[in-house]
């Protein structure tokens, strides 16, 4: 099959130059927030960038510009600019880092999903509605954040939970969205033991990436550390001790005994109890999945 997404016609278009406007502006975002603290002025930028980001779509279509070069360099743009709003913010709050990391396992996997969709039908898939949903969500919360310098924590980390529940909602769709495609390759061929391996190695690296923070962290994995960066939301710090004790159900580094003790901790006695019995509950069922494999 002849590739056409690399012909000069498919490169040179309105859409795709309005996707490189959108990149070129990043440097004036950066600087405008980290140097100048120009907040209002960053916002212009970001709604700049937003509104080129929304008429190539429309040019595209209304004028067959619609080209394969610009399936992936409308969301490159995107995804730098995102990552760029999440980075800049992490120097004001800490729990940006997490919402960062999954941000990036999630663009590292659809790079990986999109590369293997490549390779077996020769097609590049546009954005679905999850996608879009999770990029306007995304820039909302960011907007917010950058805007409203004296917001409260709670309502911070609150548009930061929403923000993360959403990418990985996305994360999820994707994932059964190219899997289906991916399934299609008759079995034993090239590019079903490319996605194995694919699978092993993202996997591996998770895995990796776990224990060795983990490892590095180790002395802040006893009950009273865990208890002094648990957020003073108390339907936030419950969330974030479920997250902690399916960390633990990946890795071995984590003690369960140390996350029960923390919620004894936070939490007054009731609650701090049907949290270690929800735990344990789930604990068990893992358990008996294992068994039953």
């Not at 610009?70 to 880092?97: E, F, N, S």
């Amino acid at each position: 099959m002849q590739r056409k997404y690399l012909k000069k016609e498919n490169i040179l278009t309105i859409p795709n130059l309005l996707s490189l406007i959108r990149i070129l502006l990043i440097p004036f975002i950066i600087w405008l927030y980290c140097a100048q603290k120009a907040y209002l002025h960053t916002i212009i930028v970001i709604a700049l960038s937003g509104f080129t980001d929304i008429i190539d779509g429309k040019i595209a279509r209304k004028f067959n510009m619609v080209s394969d070069v610009g399936k992936v360099l409308d969301p490159v743009a995107d995804k730098l600019t995102q990552a760029t709003l999440v980075i800049c913010l992490t120097a004001r709050y800490p729990w940006m880092w997490a919402l960062l990391a999954l941000f990036a396992v999630k663009e590292c996997l659809m790079l990986l999903w999109g590369y293997l969709t490549l390779k077996i039908t020769d097609t590049i898939n546009s954005a679905k509605w999850y996608g879009k949903l999770s990029t306007v969500v995304l820039y909302a919360v960011m907007m917010i954040l950058i805007l409203f310098v004296d917001i409260p924590e709670a309502g911070a980390e609150a548009l930061m939970l929403l923000c993360g529940g959403i990418i990985l909602l996305s994360l999820v769709m994707y994932g059964r969205f190219y899997h289906a495609i991916l399934d299609q390759a008759p079995s034993g061929s090239q590019q079903q033991k490319t996605l194995r391996t694919a699978r092993n190695v993202v996997l591996g690296l998770i895995w990796v990436g776990i224990i060795v923070i983990c490892f590095l962290h180790r002395k802040e994995l006893s009950a009273e550390e865990i208890a002094r960066y648990t957020p003073g939301n108390p339907w936030l710090a419950g969330i974030v001790m479920l997250a902690l004790f399916a960390l633990k159900s990946l890795s071995i580094v984590i003690y369960s005994g140390v996350l029960y003790a923390a919620n004894g901790i936070l939490f007054p006695l009731p609650v701090a109890i049907l949290l270690n019995l929800w735990m344990i509950s789930g604990q068990s069922t893992q358990k008996q999945k294992q068994s039953i494999a």
